[in-house]
């Protein structure tokens, strides 16, 4: 099993930037495919972006080129970083490794108006 620890949330004005970290423990995590997600309140919980093992990366049409999904092999840390921020940005955030479906606790992004 892989442990998830998800860090960086806040809350930040509109237009502001943050950038969330996601730490896994366990092996193998460089040929691990890894997703963000996000829980807006009252709503499901939806993919943001993914990135392969490869490195090759794909995004929700609400935050291409806002966002940038990236990862450092070395660190076993897979990374969100988060532009322009919008209010409906708001949200809690998980990474996911996606071979065994292992879920961070998540952190909390308000953008605020």
């Known amino acids: 099993q892989v442990q998830l620890v998800e860090s960086g949330g806040g809350l930040v004005q509109a237009g502001g930037s943050l950038r969330l970290s996601c730490a896994a423990s366990?092996?193998?995590?460089?040929?691990?495919?890894m997703g963000w997600y996000r829980q807006p309140p009252g709503k499901q919980r939806e993919l943001v972006a993914f990135?392969?093992?490869?490195?090759?990366?794909n995004y929700a049409d609400s935050v291409k080129g806002r966002f940038t999904i990236s990862r450092d092999n070395a660190k076993n840390t897979v990374y969100l970083q988060m532009n322009n921020l919008k209010p409906e940005d708001t949200a809690v955030y998980y990474c996911?490794?996606?071979?065994?479906?292992?879920w961070g606790q998540g952190t909390q992004v308000t953008v605020s108006s």
């Open positions: 996911k490794e996606e071979v065994l479906g292992s």
């Open positions: 990135i392969t093992s490869g490195g090759t990366t």
């Open positions: 366990g092996s193998f995590f460089s040929i691990k495919a």
